[in-house]
């Protein structure tokens, strides 16, 4: 690269580096790009002289640069680095990689010793300098306290002398003030006799102005000149008065003036309470959709056995107690009759004169507890019972609840709500180990796999039937075939539901559709550092349970991260960068609204600052939270993920930040497996990302990888991929899938990284999916029969949105879990597609360490769990 090469990219390539996460400036660095490709560099010069001018500059290239030989292992023909090349020759490429990357390690190393050395050797000369300043410095200091005492005794000599001069200016100034007292009693005397005077002379002018005006009466002429001049005091006395009316009337307008701008200033402030206002609307939206399984629930449950005045006890499992946690809080059952929740697990004390309210799964295990509250007349410990179940129950288990108990049950109901509402537009199932069964290559588990296919089924189909929708299904066809059983599953049992539900008045199929997935569609977004909020957090801090645990002045303190924190829910999806810069602009705000606030002090203002002091609180108390979310999840990141995350991006990409290709994936891996710093999960990550990149590698290359990181123990983290679908050994012949450009979007460098499940739910909604790779269980509505391929004799139709009914729904569900990125897509995909709301939902939600750590059990055996249904 010569240097006007160098200079020509640093005046044209537009660089971040002032920011700690720098964002990729895309449209104006291609606007400059195009500009120059316009108006290409050139050099004109005429016949001989041009030829002269070439040959003098070849002889210079020449005689600086040695004449290089041709090697006889390469030919002039042969390109110098391919990685599919090196890729086949396998272990020779990583060699020498490896090599290269340990020497440039090691010269790294050795110039950091260096650096050291000089250090050490400066520190010892200046600590030698220190010394010698410091004995000087003491003899100074010695030198100049001798000549500090010094001074002392001629200030305190002079200070002596001053106070002996005041003293005599003392005696001296009482002397005068002697007779200056003297002199003013002399002149008040003298005032006194004035006023005397003048008190008598008052008296004598109004003697003298009563006489004229009784000679004035008796004389007419005196009388008129003395009208005269009342007249004029008349006219005197208007011209004040219009004066002070005018100086009234410019105060009555001032007052008038402030009165307008305290106005504007509560319309002002009426506004940034509308747009505070519509920053909740989307939270209590929300708030909404999520209640909308409690109206189910109080519908179907509290309000079909309530009673005036009546109190009882509710009893719930695992399962119910999330349920129910998710979407109400105590008050809410308080308010339905509700006294006591309790365990049905646990042992508990008989309460015979109340009735009991059993909200379970119907499992063989809750329906045992159920029957030991209730196994004969004498020991029952509660007056009758109410039971709901979640799902469709068994009839092995109703007719054993019918033989043992049937007089003491005057309730009996299944709702239909067997999944959990986790946010406004994601909900899961609870079954975690459904990834097990449905992804373990050991035959014994196929009985297993089925009854979990069925239970999910019959979830889904509760999901479908809480929202009122009778979706068309679809499912990918490759690479497994999980997601097209589930799908003819959930299919029927849709049919079935909607023709024995008699409430329900949908017969038809509605405008919703129904998108099934394996979890091997995308496995880049499950490995990758996410640095936005949420999946930050949860990925980089031990978050169980949506509860987190921080510090503040010296104590702990837990904090649930759920929808109803309003700042929560606006600041989730967001960049680490953005989150960092907005908090403590809210935190001003409120230290703003608390000054203008502390201004009144009337009585109703300070009532009103009363009442919104408990506010206040909970929002300081908010952001302190989230303030220290954040300080925690850059203490994690700062020290070696920072790194980290360009070799992520690099490798997920196949691209670096400037948009130029990777050549070379293990150059890039290469610095992460050598670092000592990095933990095995992030470098088993960075592993999988590097053959992901590739689609798949050589067994000799993955030994070689494995055996240089030291991770024998959890090489199946790796390995057992295959089982999910995904190329691991040996590399795969087909394609990567298409991706969307979204090289016009500005991103930050380190976040360039856009899940598929982003571009599955974009070309679902405008009908771009290919009918081939994503077919339909049964006939779909016609509104979204638009996908992939027309129909030659049917014109292809572009206003297949009108015909769309506003609020129509795309329900996704993904077998396996979804990440916390995949969540967020289906938020911005929904903002940006106001005519379709997105609802994502799994098995459960991922992050990285607990996937790597399933995916290592898949080739293990594993007992049975309990959340199979008995008697299907």
Known sequence: MTIGEMLRSFLTKLEWFST?????????????????????????????????????????????SPRRSLSPRRSPRRSRSRSHHREGHGSSSFDRELEREKERQRLEREAKEREKERRRSRSIDRGLERRHSRSRERHRSRSRSRDRKGDRRDRDREREKENERGRRRDRDYDKERGNDREKERSRERSKERRSRGEVEEKKHKEDKDERRHRDDKKDPKREKKHSRSRSRERKHRSRSRSRNAGKRSRSRSKEKASKHKNESKEKSNKRSRSGSQGRTDSVEKSRKRKSVVWQKIKATVFDDCKKEDEWKIMLLDEFTTKLLASCCKMTDLLAEGITVVENIYKNREPVRQMKALYFITPTSKSVDCFLRDFGSKSENKYKAAYIYFTDFCPDSLFNKIKASCSKSIRRCKEINISFLPLESQVYTLDVPDAFYYCYSPDPSNANGKDAIMEAMADQIVTVCATLDENPGVRYKSKPLDNASKLAQLVEKKLENYYKIDEKSLIKGKTHSQLIIIDRGFDPVSTVLHELTFQAMAYDLLPIENDTYKYKTDGKEKEAILEEDDDLWVRIRHRHIAVVLEEIPKLMKEISSTKKATEGKTSLSALAQLMKKMPHFRKQITKQVVHLNLAEDCMNKFKPNIEKLCKTEQDLALGTDAEGQKVKDSMRVLLPVLLNKNHDTYDKIRAILLYIFSINGTTEENLDRLIQNVKIENESDMIRNWSYLGVPIVPPSQQGKPLRKDRSAEETFQLSRWTPFIKDILEDAIENRLDSKEWPYCSQCPAVWNGSGAVSARQKPRANYLEDRKNGSKLIVFVIGGITYSEMRCAYEVSQAHKSCEVIIGSTHILTPKKLLDDIKMLNKPKDKVSFIKDGE
């Open 20 to 64: 700690l996460f720098p964002r990729i400036p895309v449209p104006v660095q291609k606007n400059i790009d195009q500009q120059i490709k316009t108006r290409p560099r050139k050099i004109k010069k005429d016949g001989k002289e041009g030829a002269e001018e070439i040959d003098r500059h070849v002889e210079r290239r020449r005689s600086r």
